[in-house]
């Protein structure tokens, strides 16, 4: 391939991560800089390797904000066991993986013999784009990528790690406050017998809170939990009340 085609392959790719992220960049030197692996660069400064630097500190910023106004029940320790699920590399490589980011990598000759990218330049890509945006869009458009990736390993976190904590705290907030225990409604459940979805909310007294949907009853409770906790603290819903 010629250099004006090499030169039209490299446009058409960052056209491509473009509209992957859903940024377009005003400064595509960042872009570019982003997705080069040391592989694939002239010298280490011209690698990902510094803005890997600055993403992974503004993606745990952010993530950082978002459970401290999604949780207002979680103790420090709960909120510190939780972010370091969201920010880990493996959750990193994992989001990247299935945003598939390795299709724009700009990688050496060594690095494209591999069969597979590693997941260690999966999770800096994702660190280095973050990055890129914020340097290039600033605060508010970096926070709006990490929140369209980041959210729903956040909520399968939340349900996973310390989702049995939901319950608990809003049984005993009812029965401090109240004086009753809380009731799970089903209100809805869609789907075949081997993939059942299930809508419930939870109540207290006379009051219903915002409902959730899980893949099993004991997730949908959960979430409803989880709402019904941000609903009594003034915040909104944490999962999501009409979609599945």
Partial sequence: MDSSGVASDRQDRLDRCEERIGYVFNDRAFLESAL????????RLASNERMEFLGDAILGAVVCERLYRMFPEFL?????????IVVSRETCAKVSGAMAFDEFLILGKGMTTHPTIPPSVLAAVLESLIAAVFLDGGADAAKAFILRCMDPEIEL????EMGMNYKSQLQQLAQREHGVTPNYRLLDQT???HSKCFHIAAEIGDRRFAPAWGKSKKE??????????????????VFDSETI
């Fill in 36 to 43: 080069t692996h040391a592989s694939g660069a002239e010298h």
């Fill in 76 to 84: 420090e320790g709960e909120l510190t066991r939780l972010k370091s």
């Fill in 157 to 160: 976190a939340a349900a996973g």
């Fill in 191 to 193: 789907g075949p017998d």
């Fill in 220 to 237: 949908a409770e959960q979430k409803a939990a989880a709402n019904a906790l941000a609903n009594m603290n003034g915040n909104e819903p």
